[in-house]
Structure formats: structure tokens, C-alpha cells
């Protein structure tokens, strides 16, 4: 048990408070298990459905059991240490050797929360009113600083593009090595030393891991501590695929090569291509996801992030900021993807409709290829680049059933003026309606190298065969 432990005890409300009800996350899940008890077949999670029904009165983390609660925690830990519960400390005293701390926090919030005690030291910054504050350990202050910057690059852009952040503190807490994960409470965010406060980040120049997990589990003060869908398919997109999202979109405004977003957007790329080749049960469209990480976290962020690029980032940010302006903070009926949907359709333009169904309601994948680029020096000086270019789009069901569909789609083409491909030259958004294309471009400079879909922005089975170097026409 790592939970209580010498300098770093950390343990959350589910683990020690009483639930109320009757909890079905413990019953079995395990098909064959099920099967050896003669228990009959149970769904991963409910079906979607729209408009209000009984499965909207709870939402998907805790079902019915409890809604946005006000928390109060007067908690006691040894001489040497602070111990930490949600909220604003209203105050602390110390008796018989050990300190006292009285906690409340300043808005309801979702029943979800934890409790630490360490030696701890302690940064701050205060940012519009907002105490941000870092607990570390004394001998791991390297990343301090920065971890006080991601915090409030996240702050500016959520409250910015999403609205206001309705804690008073926004506290992130190290843990020791016993888990590597951080995690997003109300106004508290546990952060384990193992992926922070103990890695090496002195080469890292732009963004780095630190960035995109701070970025992350702050969004999800927004998506999922303000509003949390119902306990439903699809509910994990509106919190763990907007939280990706999020992220994405704050490392994209500190990103000075637009280039360094590939990177970010293959991981998460490759973290839905991976792991649907390794679904046991069924795929399903991003809308009716049921909790798979590949699905809300690799495919959400990968289409949210897409969509900004090809509607507008005020667009996309509007559909969301609307319903969580319509959710916030209120208990049940909770909304589900329909809901989002209803708030996005509007900011869709007709030209681009097609992108809900293909991205949100079904399953859709590109095989972009360019088959080769030339080029010849015309007699102006400028330089005509023809690429041959294949592209299909591509359906697949639930069990991974492909079937080729007609294309008639907006697709980038692009080049570049290095082999590095850091240096993007020319893009323009082009529709492509048959499988095989020919396109001649006029080009005042010569590039290296020309790509369909450049910046990797569509979900492409094959990405590699997507670029080629431009070779001189015989
Ligand atoms: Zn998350």
C-alpha cells in the first residue's frame, strides 16, 4: 500500500468515504468470466441516445450517485509536513506536535477529490487573482519554474477561448515514484516526480512533456470538472478528447515552427491507428466511444484539432465554450456528444458538413499517396512542380470492414523548402474528387520536396508515402 508512506502519502475520496447505491463498476466485466458464472452479456457502456432520458440523470464517472457537491476537510499530519485537500485554506494551526489544516472549496465540484502529505516546499505565482502553487520536494526544484508557466499558459488560453476558471488556487502536487501519472482534481492536480519534477528537460527547447500533460490535466478543470457527460457511449470524448484538444491547442500557440505540431499530432496519430489494429471487441465512431484511450484521447484530439484547422479555431472554440456555457456546474439532465454536436453544427460551414459525419458519427480514414513530383524551369524563371497524386477515402465498420467510398474532400497539398521539412512553402487546400490526380502548380522558388496533406492533419493509414522529393521532368 503506497497510499499512506513516509513523505508523500496520496489518497482520494473513493478511498476512504463511503459511496451511496449500488455501484456497477464492480460487477465483472471480463467476458469469459462472465461466461464461466453463467452471467449474461454486458455492454461496455450504455448506448447513446438523444434527447433527455433516465441514462442522462447520472454522469459517467459516478452514476446517479452523487452530482456537484460542496467539500469541507479539516486534516492533521506530522510536524514536518503540509497536508493538502481541495479548496482555500481557511486555516491552520498546530496541536500536540502535528499541523492542522482547514480546507473548503469555493465552488461545487465534482465528487473527486484527493488528500496529500509531504515535507513539502512550496512556489507561487499569482495570476489574475488565481494562486498557482507548486508542492515539491526539496531536492527536485529544476522544473519548478517551468511547471508555473505551463499552469498559467493554460489559464490564459482556457480562460480566454473557454471561459472562467472557478477555483481560487490552482495547486499541482508531487508525489513519489510509486506511479507515474498526474491527475486533475478539483483546483488540484497530484503530479507524480517520475514524469516532472525528476526528467531531464535542459535540451528541450520548445514544447516538452511537462507542456502537454500541465496543459492537459488543467483543461480537464473545464472538461470534466465543470461539465461531465452522462453515463453513455460517447461521454469520454466531451472530457478526455477535448482535454487532448486543449492541450494541443495551447502548445500550438507557443509553437514558433508550425512544423513541431506533426510531431504532436502523430503521437496522438499513431495512438489511435495502433490501438484500433488492437480492439477486441468493436471500434466505434468517435461520438459513441466507450471510454477507449485510443479512441477519445488519439482520434479526438487528432479531429477536434483538424477541424480547427479547417473551420477556424474561434469556430470550434465557440461550440465548445456554448455548451459548456449550457452545462456548467449543473447536475442532471447531463448532456452527451449529441449535445456538443448541436452547438457545433452551426459553426460548420455547408462546404465542409461533410466532416461531422465522416469524423464524429462514423469511421473514417484517408490513403493519401503521392506517387511523384517534377518539376520543370519555365521561361519566366518561375518553375512548374506537377505532382501525381492518389487519394481515396476509406469506411470502416466496427469489427474493421473496409469499404472505399467515393472521395470529394478538402485536402492540403504543400511543399518544402528543406529535407528537414521544417520550412513549409505554398499550401493550398484543394478538392479532390476522383482517386487519381494530376496537378501542375506554378512556384516562384524551387522546394525540396512536395507532400499531399503536409502538416499530417487527416488520418491517413500510410503517412510516409504522403511526401517525395521533387525530381527534375526528362
Ligand atoms: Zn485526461
Redesign the pocket.
Known amino acids: 500500500n503506497t497510499k499512506i508512506v513516509k513523505n508523500g502519502s496520496f489518497f482520494n475520496n473513493g478511498d476512504i468515504l463511503p459511496t451511496m447505491g449500488y455501484n456497477e463498476g464492480y460487477e465483472l466485466s471480463d467476458k469469459n468470466t462472465r461466461k464461466k458464472y453463467d452471467l449474461p452479456e454486458k455492454d461496455r457502456m450504455p448506448e447513446l441516445t438523444e434527447g433527455v432520458t433516465d441514462l442522462h440523470m447520472g454522469n459517467y464517472i459516478f452514476n446517479g450517485q452523487s452530482d456537484f457537491i460542496n467539500v469541507e476537510t479539516v486534516i492533521s499530519t506530522s510536524g514536518n509536513q503540509t497536508a493538502i485537500a481541495p479548496g482555500s485554506l481557511i486555516n491552520k494551526w498546530e496541536e500536540n506536535g502535528r499541523n492542522y489544516f482547514h480546507y473548503k472549496v469555493d465552488t461545487p465540484s465534482l465528487n473527486f477529490y484527493s488528500f496529500m502529505s509531504a515535507d513539502f516546499k512550496i512556489k507561487k505565482r499569482k495570476w489574475n487573482g488565481i494562486d498557482i502553487e507548486i508542492y515539491y520536494d526539496e531536492k527536485h526544484p529544476e522544473n519548478v519554474d517551468m511547471m508555473l508557466d505551463a499552469v498559467e499558459r493554460s489559464l490564459t488560453y482556457f480562460t480566454e477561448h473557454f471561459g472562467p476558471y472557478f477555483h481560487k488556487q490552482c495547486r499541482i502536487i508531487e508525489f513519489p515514484r510509486y506511479a507515474s501519472f498526474a491527475q486533475a482534481f478539483p483546483g488540484t492536480m497530484p503530479y507524480s516526480e517520475a514524469i516532472g519534477f525528476v526528467i531531464d528537460l535542459e535540451d528541450e527547447t520548445e514544447n516538452n512533456v511537462v507542456d502537454a500533460v500541465i496543459a ?1 490535466e488543467m483543461a ?1 478543470q473545464y472538461w470534466a470538472h465543470q461539465v461531465i457527460g452522462a453515463y453513455m457511449q460517447g461521454s469520454t470524448m466531451l472530457s ?1 478528447g477535448f ?1 487532448e484538444y486543449s492541450s494541443l491547442m495551447t502548445l500550438k500557440n507557443i509553437t514558433e515552427n508550425p512544423m513541431k505540431m506533426r510531431e504532436f499530432l502523430k503521437y496522438n496519430h499513431d495512438r489511435y491507428l495502433r490501438g484500433r489494429s488492437g480492439e477486441r471487441l468493436k471500434e466505434l465512431p468517435l461520438y459513441q466511444v466507450e471510454n477507449q484511450g485510443y479512441i477519445h484521447y488519439g482520434k479526438g484530439s487528432v479531429i477536434l484539432y483538424a477541424l480547427q484547422d479547417y473551420i477556424g479555431e474561434d469556430k470550434v472554440n465557440t461550440a465548445m465554450k456554448g455548451f459548456l456555457e449550457e452545462y456548467r456546474y449543473k447536475g442532471p439532465p447531463y448532456p452527451s456528444s449529441h449535445d456538443f454536436l448541436r452547438h457545433l453544427e452551426p459553426q460548420v460551414p455547408d462546404s465542409l458538413n461533410y466532416l461531422i459525419k465522416d469524423w464524429f458519427k462514423e469511421i473514417t480514414l484517408y490513403d493519401n499517396r503521392l506517387k511523384e513530383a517534377t518539376y520543370k524551369t519555365l521561361d519566366n524563371g518561375k518553375y512548374e512542380i506537377t505532382m501525381e497524386i492518389e487519394s481515396s477515402k476509406i469506411k470502416s465498420d466496427s469489427l474493421g470492414n473496409e469499404t472505399k467510398v467515393p472521395i470529394n474532400d478538402w485536402i492540403d497539398i504543400g511543399f518544402f523548402m528543406d529535407s528537414d521539412e521544417e520550412k513549409l512553402y505554398q499550401q493550398q487546400r484543394l478538392k479532390f474528387d476522383k482517386e487519381t490526380s494530376s496537378i501542375t502548380v506554378q512556384l516562384d522558388s524551387l522546394p525540396v520536396k512536395a507532400a499531399i496533406d503536409p502538416r499530417h492533419i487527416l488520418i491517413d493509414r500510410v503517412f510516409n508515402d504522403n511526401i517525395k522529393s521533387i525530381s527534375q521532368e526528362d
Do not use: R, V, Y
Open positions: 492537459h480537464h478526455e482535454s
